[in-house]
């Protein structure tokens, strides 16, 4: 048995407790670090607030798209210009009569050196014409254009600003046109003097416009030629949506000339 008065023995005694002290904190230090690092039985399995996936939003929540209107251009009145018949032929080098469209180059020169807007050189380029007046009245303006190669430079009025963005009223008459209220009894009536009238683009006019631009009332005279008497008046009335896009087209009843101006026609 060991001598456990001796000096050794004291000395091995520390060393040993010392030893077991230290192996007793690094066990209480590895133990602790292995709580800390390693997943629990709650921490593999995710929560359900990361794992549940995004709410896919029902028929009722998903937002309609807002609908869209077919491009148009917004025509105001810079877009008008005061065609120069001596400047135009300059540049062309012949009779504006003859001019061709489909060759430009010339009339845009006139234009430039005239120093006409540049929204007034986009509505020829687009239209082969030029704006002569512009009315605004809403949703859907009114103008009148014209052009020496279109009709003797008669010119036409024209609907601004829907879709699309020139129309012409010429445009706007419906093929069944002769089947207006009012129209056969009037037909009937001249048939005996072999008059057959018909609507006039480049004479009709606006007679009614309305719903901040949205609604419009064209009317045509009826007449066999230029200088024939006008018997009548086909009316058309045009509705517009808020996108500008034509929603309806509806013929009125034909305003027929007065009883005595049908009597002169037919003496």
Known sequence: ??????PWYR????VCLVMLLGILALAACGGDSVSSTSPGPDSATPSATSAAPSPVPTESETPSPEPES???NIWEPEAIWDFDFELVETQCGDPVSTFDPEQPECVLRAMQLDRANPEAIAFFEATDQFLDTYTELGRVDFGHVSAPWFNMFRGE???LNGSPSVILFGELIPEDWQDAPGYRSLSDSLEDRGLDPFPWPEYSGLDESRSEGQFHILSFPLQECRVCDVVGQLRIAVTFDSFGQVESTDMLPVEVSTPTEIERLLQ
């Open 70 to 72: 077919d491009p148009t």
């Open 157 to 159: 009025p024209v609907l």
């Open 1 to 6: 048995m060991p001598d456990m008065t001796s």
């Open 11 to 14: 000395i091995r005694s520390q």
